[in-house]
């Protein structure tokens, strides 16, 4: 375990040492995209920016990252470019939420999980930030209406904290919030957030003691 803290304490160095470079949003969905998803979400998946549709034609968006199942694969009019409701995943926004306002993204999110699929679960959406937000702070905007449809926030090398709607971490009305508070187990708790979302979504069995050996 010691090996694999490092390996993501390594990581959380990193992404914070090229945002620091760049300080470019642009940029920062680039890093997310290439090192936070790339090396661990399985294969069967595609992400990009990008609009997000239901059967209905209502579109949402944009978001920095959706990611989907290549079963649904994105179109692409001009350099817009639109995923299905029924093959997202999940889906991101990379802010200075120091700045930038949740409450806002809490209505994205919403309108996100209104939109209609066939399968019933509403449609995860996550917060991350490479600045940092307390806590207390975090939490209470998670636990208040304006951010109820929001999943998660990641403040990359410094915490998270998670929605556990999916129960993951046990019974959601007994454990409704998870919290890393380490820089390196929060990035890792991230990662494994969205990898069990995507092996669920690709029919893959998946568990807790897969999470000792991200």
């Given at each position: 375990m010691g090996t694999i803290t490092e390996s993501f304490g390594n990581l959380s160095e990193y992404l914070l040492?090229?945002?620091?470079?760049?300080?470019?949003?642009?940029?920062?969905?680039?890093?997310?995209?290439?090192?936070?998803?790339?090396?661990?979400?399985?294969?069967?998946?595609?992400?990009?920016?990008?609009?997000?549709?239901?059967?209905?034609?209502?579109?949402?968006?944009?978001?920095?990252?959706?990611?989907?199942?290549?079963?649904?694969?994105?179109?692409?009019?001009?350099?817009?470019?639109?995923?299905?409701?029924?093959?997202?995943?999940?889906?991101?926004?990379?802010?200075?939420?120091?700045?930038?306002?949740?409450?806002?993204?809490?209505?994205?999110?919403?309108?996100?999980?209104?939109?209609?699929?066939?399968k019933k679960e509403t449609l995860p959406c996550l917060a991350v930030s490479f600045e940092s937000l307390s806590l207390p702070e975090l939490s209470q905007f998670l636990k208040s209406k304006a951010g109820q449809s929001v999943d998660g926030i990641l403040c990359v090398g410094h915490h998270v904290i998670l929605r556990n709607s999916l129960g993951l971490y046990g019974d959601p009305e007994h454990v409704p919030f998870v919290t890393e508070q380490q820089g390196p187990e929060s990035l890792k708790a991230f990662i494994f957030f969205l990898l069990q979302l995507s092996q669920t979504a690709l029919g893959l069995p998946f568990g807790l003691a897969d999470y000792q050996h991200l």
């Open positions: 040492a090229t945002h620091q470079k760049t300080k470019k949003r642009a940029s920062d969905v680039e890093l997310v995209m290439s090192r936070m998803l790339k090396p661990f979400l399985p294969s069967g998946m595609r992400w990009g920016t990008g609009t997000v549709t239901d059967f209905k034609d209502r579109q949402v968006g944009p978001f920095d990252i959706v990611a989907g199942i290549e079963t649904f694969p994105p179109f692409s009019e001009g350099t817009a470019t639109t995923f299905l409701a029924d093959g997202v995943v999940f889906a991101l926004q990379i802010r200075n939420w120091a700045e930038s306002d949740l409450t806002q993204f809490g209505i994205l999110a919403d309108q996100l999980k209104k939109l209609e699929r066939q």
